[in-house]
């Protein structure tokens, strides 16, 4: 069965579109989730357009074989990681700026277009793409659409599903189908866009956004404030969250997130700081001063011991590297279990304090950064390589993180998804009649379980 499927799939697709080759599966049978043992494929397809996306999704419907989407392959909570018999259907081929409207401001693209290279390509039409995740220079369209991905200028400019207007979407049958529309109003039938949106490749496969594209800002003005303790952070983050400030960045990075980006990258960052908070205006001068001096101001007030401001953009992205490289830098020092919960942004001291007595109770070293600015944080545990105690305790605190988001009246999971790993608590924070009216939802679009089974539902 599984040769006949490989063999008709190998027929209906272009040369060199299908993978078998076991050493070259093995990529992709893993994605950016650490601790979790993925599945093996049958096989990897390669299409470069939706017409081949479709064939080999009727393909694999006709021999029941299970597919799971892939872009880049940075999901962090299993939702692109291979279960066993499936086919791979990798997108990455797909990466084409298909149309840049600089008159009614929107871009169509293909999934595997990377993130960073739409604003690069919009920006001599004077427009940007706002949703700018840590991971904006490796991560696709495809794969931000899958997970409502977010980033660092969310507090002003807020997430994917804010900046999208329409999906070209490959069902489970393969039928081929349009959402949204190219303009900004329009209530005609379901919301079927906003549907998909985060829905990790569980209802339908993704082969071109339509987004909507923003002014470029004219500049910004960025400050950092160093804090002798985490909680002073998180008291300055509710200030600044009170005080009604349109900040365009509000980011956290405590001492261990800072000690390994400045021992990987030597910038001359405060090490004996307790945490970093990173503040950027991008509004009109001379507003953006005003806002970042007033965000000083209620920093020291929370108990800063330095703060500095600068418009040069040089400069300020050198402060933000100590954000960007956050990840990066932690998985240098061991297996990474990397959490992502928001609560609302007033518990934001609540949840870095409480974070604090997860590390010391379960023996594991936390690593606490994030979008301080929407409540949406990403606590670290770091692990030695290969200490299978460690790992048991490191799972705990990884739950018992989760445990405190609800407890907080927050979420499990801001913007990576559910995948794989945060199946167990999707219950809990949604309840019993939601969650069974979604998978009404999806063995109505997907009856024989095909799309990405075992995620997110």
Same mark, same amino acid.
């Given at each position: 069965?599984?040769?006949?499927?490989?063999?008709?799939?190998?027929?209906?697709?272009?040369?060199?579109?299908?993978?078998?080759?076991? &050493?070259?599966?093995?990529?992709?049978?893993?994605?950016? =989730?650490?601790?979790?043992?993925?599945? =093996?494929?049958?096989?990897?397809?390669?299409?470069?357009?939706?017409?081949?996306?479709?064939?080999?999704?009727?393909?694999?419907? !006709?021999?029941?074989?299970?597919?799971?989407?892939?872009?880049?392959?940075?999901?962090?909570?299993?939702?692109?990681?291979?279960?066993?018999?499936?086919?791979?259907?990798?997108?990455?081929?797909?990466?084409?700026?298909?149309? *840049?409207?600089?008159? &009614?401001?929107?871009?169509?693209?293909?999934?595997?277009?990377?993130?960073?290279?739409?604003?690069?390509?919009?920006?001599?039409?004077?427009?940007?793409?706002?949703?700018?995740?840590?991971?904006?220079?490796?991560?696709?369209?495809?794969?931000?659409?899958?997970?409502?991905?977010?980033?660092?200028?969310?507090?002003?400019?807020?997430?994917?599903?804010?900046?999208? /207007?329409?999906?070209?979407?490959?069902?489970?049958?393969?039928?081929?189908?349009?959402?949204?529309?190219?303009?900004?109003?329009?209530?005609?039938?379901?919301?079927?866009?906003?549907?998909?949106?985060?829905?990790?490749?569980?209802?339908?496969?993704?082969?071109?956004?339509?987004?909507?594209?923003?002014? /470029?800002?004219?500049?910004?003005?960025?400050?950092?404030?160093?804090?002798?303790?985490?909680?002073?952070?998180?008291?300055?983050?509710?200030?600044?969250?009170?005080?009604?400030?349109?900040?365009?960045?509000?980011?956290?990075?405590?001492?261990?997130?800072?000690?390994?980006?400045? &021992?990987?990258?030597?910038?001359?960052?405060?090490?004996?700081?307790?945490?970093?908070?990173?503040?950027?205006?991008?509004?009109?001068?001379?507003?953006?001063?005003?806002?970042?001096?007033?965000?000083?101001?209620?920093?020291?007030?929370?108990?800063? =011991?330095?703060?500095?401001?600068?418009?040069?953009?040089?400069?300020?992205?050198?402060?933000?590297?100590?954000?960007?490289?956050? *990840?990066?830098?932690?998985?240098?020092?061991?297996?990474?279990?990397?959490?992502?919960?928001?609560?609302?942004?007033?518990? *934001?001291?609540?949840?870095?304090?409480?974070?604090?007595?997860?590390?010391?109770?379960?023996?594991?070293?936390?690593?606490?950064?994030?979008?301080?600015?929407?409540?949406?944080?990403?606590?670290?545990?770091?692990?030695?390589?290969? &200490?299978?105690?460690?790992?048991?305790?490191?799972?705990?605190?990884?739950?018992?993180?989760?445990?405190? !988001?609800?407890?907080?009246?927050?979420?499990?999971?801001?913007?990576?998804?559910?995948?794989?790993?945060?199946?167990?608590?999707?219950?809990?924070? *949604?309840?019993?009649?939601?969650?069974?009216?979604?998978?009404?939802?999806?063995?109505?679009?997907?009856?024989?379980?095909?799309?990405?089974?075992?995620?997110?539902?």
């Amino acid at each position: 069965m599984a040769d006949r499927f490989v063999e008709e799939l190998g027929d209906a697709l272009p040369a060199g579109a299908l993978v078998t080759d076991p &050493d070259v599966l093995q990529t992709y049978r893993y994605d950016r =989730t650490e601790w979790i043992e993925p599945g =093996t494929p049958l096989a990897a397809a390669f299409p470069t357009t939706t017409e081949q996306v479709a064939t080999a999704v009727r393909v694999a419907a !006709a021999h029941r074989v299970p597919i799971v989407p892939r872009g880049a392959g940075s999901s962090l909570c299993g939702g692109s990681s291979a279960i066993d018999g499936c086919l791979v259907l990798c997108l990455e081929r797909m990466d084409r700026i298909v149309e *840049i409207d600089a008159v &009614d401001q929107m871009a169509v693209l293909e999934p595997g277009v990377i993130n960073a290279d739409i604003s690069l390509a919009t920006a001599d039409a004077g427009l940007w793409y706002p949703p700018d995740p840590a991971s904006k220079t490796f991560c696709s369209i495809g794969g931000n659409v899958a997970t409502n991905a977010g980033g660092l200028c969310c507090v002003k400019y807020g997430v994917t599903r804010d900046h999208v /207007l329409g999906l070209e979407v490959v069902m489970a049958d393969g039928t081929v189908i349009e959402t949204g529309r190219r303009t900004i109003k329009g209530v005609a039938g379901l919301d079927l866009t906003q549907l998909l949106i985060g829905s990790e490749g569980t209802l339908g496969i993704v082969t071109k956004v339509r987004v909507r594209l923003t002014p /470029l800002p004219e500049g910004a003005a960025t400050m950092v404030a160093v804090f002798p303790t985490l909680g002073a952070a998180g008291v300055a983050v509710a200030d600044l969250v009170a005080s009604g400030l349109q900040l365009s960045l509000v980011e956290l990075v405590d001492r261990t997130t800072l000690l390994a980006v400045d &021992d990987w990258r030597n910038l001359g960052l405060d090490r004996d700081a307790a945490a970093l908070l990173l503040v950027q205006s991008d509004s009109p001068v001379p507003l953006r001063g005003t806002e970042v001096a007033r965000a000083a101001e209620l920093c020291d007030r929370a108990g800063a =011991t330095y703060t500095a401001a600068t418009d040069d953009a040089d400069e300020a992205e050198m402060l933000l590297q100590a954000r960007r490289l956050a *990840i990066p830098a932690l998985e240098r020092l061991g297996d990474t279990l990397l959490d992502d919960v928001a609560v609302p942004r007033s518990r *934001i001291p609540d949840l870095v304090g409480r974070t604090e007595d997860i590390a010391a109770a379960r023996d594991v070293t936390i690593g606490t950064f994030g979008h301080a600015g929407d409540g949406n944080m990403h606590p670290t545990i770091v692990l030695p390589r290969g &200490d299978q105690d460690a790992l048991v305790r490191g799972k705990a605190a990884f739950n018992d993180i989760l445990e405190v !988001a609800l407890d907080l009246g927050g979420t499990i999971t801001g913007e990576h998804g559910i995948g794989i790993v945060k199946q167990p608590f999707l219950e809990r924070e *949604i309840g019993a009649g939601s969650l069974a009216v979604q998978r009404s939802i999806k063995r109505a679009l997907d009856p024989h379980d095909l799309l990405n089974p075992g995620k997110w539902l």
